[in-house]
């Protein structure tokens, strides 16, 4: 019988399909475990190698999971709106809708063949009107709430009507806009209905505003910093210009102390969690308002180094802040207006990296210094940003590094502040702790009591105050795409409403292009039938808006995180099961939070930060009753992808060989990896008859070395754009799922980069081949009922032990050598005994499960090997009972011995000299003397 991994791998696929053998129970005597990836977006192109590698190592561990006794949710689903189907909408016509369909038949056809234990029972799709219409309900539901800062927490926005109604304003300690103003009980009693409106608007977690925005004019959208690489977008690679846009946003920043105190509560790797930390940014300092000399307007600056106040010799603004227009003088406005245009191309991304460049115009205005009132020159500069504290910062350049070069540049004064430090020195170091001069009251003083002193000094002025600040800014929510969820928003008299549950979902129209409209609009500008009537809740024809009964919907959608950031409860319910609720309580409170997540550390900040906020926000208003998502979240590694190359010789069609290139100009061109044999050898006529750029090399000449043309190798990311993507689909073919899987986790540690060599496959093909040559003969089954020998149970359970270990520390590359190893010794020993290779086959079972499953199935067990429970480790079995020692005489070895562990030093003694060995050495001489260390050594002297 031979290993037809092909026909193999089909009939479990199949078998687990139709017995449902991986679908989860919202309710079990079992522990409950689960066990998430981050669902992926379903491209056009497929999966490439690289994408399984973290499902791999997910599913090995839901399947060790369910060996181990456990309840296992292990889902999956596609985050399915986005903004690749809405361009390949705008180039073809073609509804993203109908792409986005294409492309999850391609996924899943390719995840299925890969043998993942997926419940496809409760499958998602974020761009499915059923589930999307609960991203509405959160957005309804943050609308409809306010972040009290005296609870820490989300509450009803009706409580705060209430509290308006009663008290007014003063009193109440909440996260809104800078700009509210004060009012009593009797003025908001007074207020009109669409004056309470727009104050509520101030409060709320979600909320219009103008904000400076990320805008691409060639996507015609809105992009997220963490859509935006080295200053163009990630998709197209277009550029990004700051832009201010009436936008929704979200006020994470109420929730910035909790995102950050809830990183010291879950299992996540140190430099993830730093990456958050750096993220929210939290500061300690001090609020510090300067006067603008010749206006009634105020610089409000936050400094974590408020005691450094006598060292401020002028103030920079972000070029996008809102006073700059207002107080540039009338010869310094065309360098300045000059300046902001250029830094508007520039996104806050790039002006963040960028510590090099040193550039900045004076605005020609002055600010009063709040102690010795001397002016202070306003520059703007784009190292400060608009978005981060207040857009403005007091330069003190005998303390930082950026400020000093600035007033380097710019030959403005640099007061020193520090006794006894050189002023070019220029940095806080440890100036921390150095007395204070030239700084009026606080000289002498050092920084901890100095700070204190500034800061009542300022209150007393009433121009500052102590203040916790964050980097964390609210979180822009609208985005100027068609594939995305519709807001649940009507406008009346420019104010939002919201569309009531019971109407959800507001699905998305039909529209003639996926383009902006000629004047500016979202491409739901372009749709005829989208109106909202209140009469009979319903969308209704343009043609009927009359600002009475029926309004104008929201045009904007929602960015791609919104379905992302609550898709995990939405899995805890079979689909065929879910009701009137984004999760029944009785799922929630059976599967909490996921146990385990594994994904890419490139959502660091965007996804993980947002569905962390989300979460918290819907325990707050008692919908969930977690108050973290992801217990433990593992990044795994990227498997890189090994390009080939070919070299025109500069400006010629002629290619040279790698191996002839030195010493001349070329210019490396990427070619496909599928025209490429293991020997780096390049199939010309493969290439040049390509149907996608074959006919950029269709008349070039290919100079050879030794008969054949030899291209370039360098590892980079796997990419279809450098053409050395390898399709899963031919590696299951060739040489089947298993190998695929257990290739991929040998390949190295989960969490690390590494290069993807499909030569290497072979070698866990051939160990699989030596598995079913182990069980299975040219005769049939080779396992008997026979009694294992202390071998054969000696390699068994240092593997049970060394698996077990490697899977609980998802160090999954090192128990395929193990495998390896025991099935070698396995061979060496001629083990044949079912009591042994039965418990190995569940071992193997995770990382290769068709073949498992099938030797499982011939050793004549009728249930799935999923179901077996993992073989109990007996260290007993590792126990040594006899001891090989060396027999030495006069301190040289001469033969040894295997002897039992129990024997005392005189039968020890005695056994070995009354050994044949030992008299030949002996020849009839009596020893002077025999030491005997048991379980050591013997020595005979003499």
């Given at each position: 019988?031979?290993?037809?991994?092909?026909?193999?791998?089909?009939?479990?696929?199949?078998?687990?399909?139709?017995?449902?053998?991986?679908?989860?129970?919202?309710?079990?005597?079992?522990?409950?475990?689960?066990?998430?990836?981050?669902?992926?977006?379903?491209?056009?192109?497929?999966?490439?190698?690289?994408?399984?590698?973290?499902?791999?190592?997910?599913?090995?561990?839901?399947?060790?999971?369910?060996?181990?006794?456990?309840?296992?949710?292990?889902?999956?689903g596609y985050d399915s709106f986005g903004l690749p189907a809405e361009q390949y909408a705008i180039q073809t016509g073609q509804h993203p809708a109908i792409t986005t369909e294409t492309n999850i038949a391609t996924y899943r056809r390719q995840l299925d063949k890969i043998g993942f234990s997926f419940d496809w029972s409760r499958e998602v799709r974020t761009s499915n009107p059923e589930y999307y219409k609960w991203t509405q309900w959160i957005f309804i539901q943050l609308f409809n709430s306010w972040f009290n800062n005296d609870t820490a927490k989300a509450e009803a926005i009706s409580t705060l009507e209430t509290l308006f109604s009663k008290e007014g304003n003063a009193t109440v300690n909440a996260v809104c806009d800078d700009n509210v103003e004060a009012f009593t009980a009797e003025d908001w009693n007074g207020f009109s209905a669409d004056k309470k409106q727009a104050v509520l608007l101030q409060y709320r977690l979600t909320y219009l505003a103008e904000t400076e925005v990320n805008w691409c004019p060639e996507l015609g959208t809105v992009l997220a910093n963490d859509e935006i690489v080295n200053g163009v977008s990630e998709r197209g690679g277009y550029p990004v210009i700051r832009k201010k846009m009436t936008q929704w946003s979200m006020r994470i920043s109420a929730y910035a102390e909790r995102l950050l105190q809830g990183l010291n509560d879950i299992d996540w790797t140190d430099s993830l969690k730093e990456s958050q930390r750096n993220w929210i940014g939290k500061s300690v300092g001090a609020s510090v308002t300067f006067n603008v000399k010749g206006y009634d307007d105020k610089i409000e600056v936050f400094t974590t180094r408020p005691d450094t106040i006598f060292g401020v010799s002028f103030m920079t603004l972000a070029p996008e802040h809102e006073l700059v227009s207002k107080i540039v003088t009338a010869d310094q406005k065309e360098a300045v207006e000059a300046y902001i245009e250029k830094t508007a191309k520039r996104s806050e991304r790039e002006r963040m990296a960028d510590v090099k460049t040193i550039s900045g115009v004076f605005t020609g205005a002055y600010a009063e210094h709040p102690f010795t009132k001397e002016p202070i020159a306003i520059w703007i500069g784009d190292y400060v940003l608009a978005s981060y504290g207040t857009g403005a910062v007091m330069a003190v350049p005998c303390g930082d590094q950026r400020d000093y070069d600035f007033a380097k540049h710019f030959d403005i004064a640099i007061p020193n502040i520090f006794e006894g430090v050189d002023i070019s020195e220029a940095a806080f170091g440890e100036k921390g702790n150095t007395k204070l001069t030239n700084s009026d009251f606080l000289n002498g003083l050092a920084y901890k009591e100095a700070t204190k002193k500034v800061i009542a000094e300022l209150e007393s002025l009433g121009q500052g105050e102590g203040k916790t600040n964050y980097r964390l800014r609210d979180a822009v929510f609208s985005r100027q795409r068609y594939w995305g969820e519709p807001f649940p928003v009507y406008y009346v008299n420019g104010k939002p409403q919201m569309i009531a549950t019971e109407h959800l979902p507001i699905r998305l129209p039909e529209v003639e292009k996926y383009l902006p409209t000629e004047t500016g609009e979202p491409p739901l500008g372009r749709a005829d039938v989208w109106a909202w009537c209140t009469e009979t809740h319903t969308v209704v024809s343009?043609?009927?808006?009359?600002?009475?009964?029926?309004?104008?919907?929201?045009?904007?959608?929602?960015?791609?995180?919104?379905?992302?950031?609550?898709?995990?409860?939405?899995?805890?319910?079979?689909?065929s099961k879910r009701g009137d609720a984004f999760a029944s309580e009785e799922a929630l409170n059976y599967w909490e939070s996921v146990d385990l997540y594994i994904g890419g550390s490139e959502h660091a900040t965007g996804h993980l930060l947002y569905s962390r906020f989300w979460v918290k926000f819907l325990k707050d208003r008692g919908f969930v009753n977690i108050e973290e998502p992801f217990k433990k979240l593992i990044n795994q590694g990227m498997i890189l992808g090994t390009s080939a190359f070919v070299?025109?010789?500069?400006?010629?069609?002629?290619?040279l060989s790698h191996g002839l290139i030195e010493g001349k100009k070329v210019t490396p061109i990427h070619v496909k990896v599928q025209y490429v044999n293991a020997s780096d050898e390049l199939d010309i006529d493969g290439l040049k008859t390509d149907g996608e750029f074959g006919e950029d090399f269709k008349d070039a000449e290919f100079i050879l070395e030794d008969d054949v043309y030899k291209v370039g190798r360098e590892v980079e990311k796997m990419s279809k754009s450098k053409y050395n993507v390898v399709n899963p689909d031919q590696i299951c073919v060739d040489y089947g799922a298993d190998s695929l899987r257990l290739y991929e986790m040998f390949l190295g540690p989960l969490e690390q980069a590494k290069p993807w060599n499909t030569a290497g496959i072979t070698g866990v093909d051939g160990f699989l081949k030596k598995v079913w040559k182990l069980y299975v003969g040219e005769d049939g089954l080779n396992v008997t009922d026979v009694e294992p020998t202390k071998d054969n149970l000696k390699t068994l359970h240092k593997t049970i032990k060394k698996v077990q270990e490697d899977i609980e520390n998802f160090s999954f590359n090192t128990s395929v050598s193990t495998f390896m190893i025991a099935v070698n010794e396995f061979n060496a020993q001629k083990c044949v005994s079912k009591s042994v290779l039965e418990p190995f086959l569940i071992l193997l079972s995770p990382y290769a499960p068709h073949i498992a499953e099938e030797l499982w199935s011939q050793l004549g067990n009728s249930e799935s090997i999923s179901e077996a429970p993992f073989p109990e480790f007996d260290a007993s079995q590792l126990v040594e009972s006899s001891k090989v020692y060396p027999i030495s005489f006069n301190g040289k070895m001469r033969f040894t011995l295997e002897l039992s562990l129990d024997l005392s030093k005189d039968e020890l003694e005695k056994i070995v000299m009354a050994h044949e060995k030992t008299q030949e050495q002996l020849q009839g001489r009596t020893p002077k003397k025999v030491i005997v260390v048991p379980g050591k050594i013997i020595n005979i002297v003499g």
């Amino acid at each position: 019988m031979t290993y037809n991994f092909n026909d193999i791998e089909a009939k479990w696929q199949k078998y687990w399909a139709e017995h449902k053998t991986f679908q989860a129970k919202n309710q079990s005597e079992k522990p409950k475990y689960y066990v998430l990836d981050m669902f992926p977006y379903p491209s056009g192109a497929g999966l490439h190698v690289g994408h399984p590698l973290g499902y791999i190592a997910s599913d090995i561990y839901a399947r060790y999971k369910r060996h181990k006794g456990f309840n296992v949710l292990h889902p999956q689903g596609y985050d399915s709106f986005g903004l690749p189907a809405e361009q390949y909408a705008i180039q073809t016509g073609q509804h993203p809708a109908i792409t986005t369909e294409t492309n999850i038949a391609t996924y899943r056809r390719q995840l299925d063949k890969i043998g993942f234990s997926f419940d496809w029972s409760r499958e998602v799709r974020t761009s499915n009107p059923e589930y999307y219409k609960w991203t509405q309900w959160i957005f309804i539901q943050l609308f409809n709430s306010w972040f009290n800062n005296d609870t820490a927490k989300a509450e009803a926005i009706s409580t705060l009507e209430t509290l308006f109604s009663k008290e007014g304003n003063a009193t109440v300690n909440a996260v809104c806009d800078d700009n509210v103003e004060a009012f009593t009980a009797e003025d908001w009693n007074g207020f009109s209905a669409d004056k309470k409106q727009a104050v509520l608007l101030q409060y709320r977690l979600t909320y219009l505003a103008e904000t400076e925005v990320n805008w691409c004019p060639e996507l015609g959208t809105v992009l997220a910093n963490d859509e935006i690489v080295n200053g163009v977008s990630e998709r197209g690679g277009y550029p990004v210009i700051r832009k201010k846009m009436t936008q929704w946003s979200m006020r994470i920043s109420a929730y910035a102390e909790r995102l950050l105190q809830g990183l010291n509560d879950i299992d996540w790797t140190d430099s993830l969690k730093e990456s958050q930390r750096n993220w929210i940014g939290k500061s300690v300092g001090a609020s510090v308002t300067f006067n603008v000399k010749g206006y009634d307007d105020k610089i409000e600056v936050f400094t974590t180094r408020p005691d450094t106040i006598f060292g401020v010799s002028f103030m920079t603004l972000a070029p996008e802040h809102e006073l700059v227009s207002k107080i540039v003088t009338a010869d310094q406005k065309e360098a300045v207006e000059a300046y902001i245009e250029k830094t508007a191309k520039r996104s806050e991304r790039e002006r963040m990296a960028d510590v090099k460049t040193i550039s900045g115009v004076f605005t020609g205005a002055y600010a009063e210094h709040p102690f010795t009132k001397e002016p202070i020159a306003i520059w703007i500069g784009d190292y400060v940003l608009a978005s981060y504290g207040t857009g403005a910062v007091m330069a003190v350049p005998c303390g930082d590094q950026r400020d000093y070069d600035f007033a380097k540049h710019f030959d403005i004064a640099i007061p020193n502040i520090f006794e006894g430090v050189d002023i070019s020195e220029a940095a806080f170091g440890e100036k921390g702790n150095t007395k204070l001069t030239n700084s009026d009251f606080l000289n002498g003083l050092a920084y901890k009591e100095a700070t204190k002193k500034v800061i009542a000094e300022l209150e007393s002025l009433g121009q500052g105050e102590g203040k916790t600040n964050y980097r964390l800014r609210d979180a822009v929510f609208s985005r100027q795409r068609y594939w995305g969820e519709p807001f649940p928003v009507y406008y009346v008299n420019g104010k939002p409403q919201m569309i009531a549950t019971e109407h959800l979902p507001i699905r998305l129209p039909e529209v003639e292009k996926y383009l902006p409209t000629e004047t500016g609009e979202p491409p739901l500008g372009r749709a005829d039938v989208w109106a909202w009537c209140t009469e009979t809740h319903t969308v209704v024809s343009n043609e009927n808006i009359n600002n009475t009964t029926v309004f104008p919907l929201e045009l904007n959608t929602m960015p791609g995180w919104a379905g992302s950031s609550w898709y995990f409860f939405r899995y805890m319910e079979e689909a065929s099961k879910r009701g009137d609720a984004f999760a029944s309580e009785e799922a929630l409170n059976y599967w909490e939070s996921v146990d385990l997540y594994i994904g890419g550390s490139e959502h660091a900040t965007g996804h993980l930060l947002y569905s962390r906020f989300w979460v918290k926000f819907l325990k707050d208003r008692g919908f969930v009753n977690i108050e973290e998502p992801f217990k433990k979240l593992i990044n795994q590694g990227m498997i890189l992808g090994t390009s080939a190359f070919v070299y025109r010789e500069e400006g010629t069609n002629t290619y040279l060989s790698h191996g002839l290139i030195e010493g001349k100009k070329v210019t490396p061109i990427h070619v496909k990896v599928q025209y490429v044999n293991a020997s780096d050898e390049l199939d010309i006529d493969g290439l040049k008859t390509d149907g996608e750029f074959g006919e950029d090399f269709k008349d070039a000449e290919f100079i050879l070395e030794d008969d054949v043309y030899k291209v370039g190798r360098e590892v980079e990311k796997m990419s279809k754009s450098k053409y050395n993507v390898v399709n899963p689909d031919q590696i299951c073919v060739d040489y089947g799922a298993d190998s695929l899987r257990l290739y991929e986790m040998f390949l190295g540690p989960l969490e690390q980069a590494k290069p993807w060599n499909t030569a290497g496959i072979t070698g866990v093909d051939g160990f699989l081949k030596k598995v079913w040559k182990l069980y299975v003969g040219e005769d049939g089954l080779n396992v008997t009922d026979v009694e294992p020998t202390k071998d054969n149970l000696k390699t068994l359970h240092k593997t049970i032990k060394k698996v077990q270990e490697d899977i609980e520390n998802f160090s999954f590359n090192t128990s395929v050598s193990t495998f390896m190893i025991a099935v070698n010794e396995f061979n060496a020993q001629k083990c044949v005994s079912k009591s042994v290779l039965e418990p190995f086959l569940i071992l193997l079972s995770p990382y290769a499960p068709h073949i498992a499953e099938e030797l499982w199935s011939q050793l004549g067990n009728s249930e799935s090997i999923s179901e077996a429970p993992f073989p109990e480790f007996d260290a007993s079995q590792l126990v040594e009972s006899s001891k090989v020692y060396p027999i030495s005489f006069n301190g040289k070895m001469r033969f040894t011995l295997e002897l039992s562990l129990d024997l005392s030093k005189d039968e020890l003694e005695k056994i070995v000299m009354a050994h044949e060995k030992t008299q030949e050495q002996l020849q009839g001489r009596t020893p002077k003397k025999v030491i005997v260390v048991p379980g050591k050594i013997i020595n005979i002297v003499g």
